[in-house]
């Protein structure tokens, strides 16, 4: 499950509209519960915007409650409920859907073959993870508090993205065998995911030539 990926944003801002809240962003790296930049579509075109990395889980606490459950940050299996209906909105509405550009993805090597992580990337000029965004208020995000050295959990409102998943092509099956995120590279691909909709309808892997697997980035 890609919990890990790596950006490059200068790649991609020349072509969009570039929110204030994007500022002076870098290449970086975006694990889940981190910002990350977006691509999401307003009246007068494309625009880039950070925003928060998973979507609010099943339960806020663990079972025994001691613990604050991980927000999540991949959508496989959209026939659940949690997908199907409770969350039916933001995966369907043309206005939630977002795109979410990477350079690079991650995903964890077994400790059986040695563990670590395995990286891959495109072959293509673009490449984009086919997600979805929300808004969303609440306590249970850690988050920035004015004049404290350390990030607090206090109400605040944010737009939090996810991206789907879906079964691994051949290039990642050998490291994750289960997944891999749906990722769009064409332009009629982009047009189909951002009319909303079916999100099912683009949830296929990517084919085996278009995606390699690389040296971790230096």
Same mark, same amino acid.
């Given at each position: 499950?890609?919990?890990? $990926?790596?950006?490059?944003?200068?790649?991609? /801002?020349?072509?969009?509209?570039?929110?204030?809240?994007? #500022?002076?962003? #870098?290449?970086? $790296?975006?694990?889940?519960?981190?910002?990350?930049?977006?691509?999401?579509?307003?009246?007068? #075109?494309?625009?880039?915007?950070?925003?928060?990395?998973?979507?609010?889980?099943? =339960?806020?606490?663990?079972?025994?409650?001691?613990? $604050?459950?991980?927000?999540?940050?991949?959508?496989?299996?959209?026939?659940?409920?949690?997908?199907?209906?409770?969350? =039916?909105?933001?995966?369907?509405?043309?206005? $939630? =859907?977002?795109?979410?550009?990477?350079?690079?993805? /991650?995903?964890?090597?077994?400790?059986?073959?040695?563990?670590?992580? /395995?990286?891959?990337?495109?072959?293509?000029?673009?490449?984009?993870?086919? #997600?979805?965004?929300?808004?969303?208020?609440?306590?249970?995000?850690?988050?920035?508090?004015?004049?404290?050295?350390?990030?607090?959990?206090?109400?605040?409102?944010?737009?939090?993205?996810?991206?789907?998943?879906?079964?691994?092509?051949?290039?990642?099956?050998?490291?994750?065998?289960?997944?891999?995120?749906?990722?769009?590279?064409?332009?009629?691909?982009?047009?189909?995911?951002? /009319?909303?909709?079916?999100?099912?309808?683009?949830?296929?892997?990517?084919?085996?030539?278009?995606?390699?697997?690389?040296?971790?980035?230096?």
């Amino acid at each position: 499950m890609c919990n890990l $990926y790596r950006f490059e944003p200068a790649q991609y /801002a020349f072509n969009f509209k570039t929110h204030p809240n994007v #500022g002076n962003l #870098g290449p970086d $790296y975006v694990s889940r519960d981190k910002n990350g930049p977006v691509l999401r579509q307003t009246d007068d #075109g494309y625009e880039m915007k950070v925003m928060r990395w998973g979507f609010p889980p099943f =339960r806020v606490r663990t079972k025994d409650g001691k613990r $604050y459950m991980p927000p999540i940050s991949n959508i496989r299996n959209l026939g659940e409920n949690w997908w199907k209906n409770v969350n =039916r909105k933001w995966l369907t509405e043309p206005e $939630y =859907r977002c795109l979410v550009p990477f350079e690079q993805l /991650a995903e964890p090597i077994p400790k059986d073959d040695g563990g670590g992580t /395995a990286w891959f990337e495109t072959t293509t000029e673009y490449s984009f993870f086919a #997600g979805v965004w929300r808004p969303w208020s609440g306590d249970t995000r850690l988050v920035p508090v004015e004049g404290e050295p350390k990030q607090k959990r206090v109400q605040a409102d944010l737009e939090l993205f996810a991206f789907l998943t879906t079964e691994a092509n051949g290039v990642v099956a050998p490291i994750h065998e289960h997944a891999m995120p749906v990722i769009v590279t064409e332009q009629d691909e982009i047009d189909t995911w951002m /009319a909303g909709g079916d999100p099912a309808v683009l949830q296929r892997p990517l084919p085996d030539e278009l995606l390699r697997r690389v040296d971790p980035p230096g």
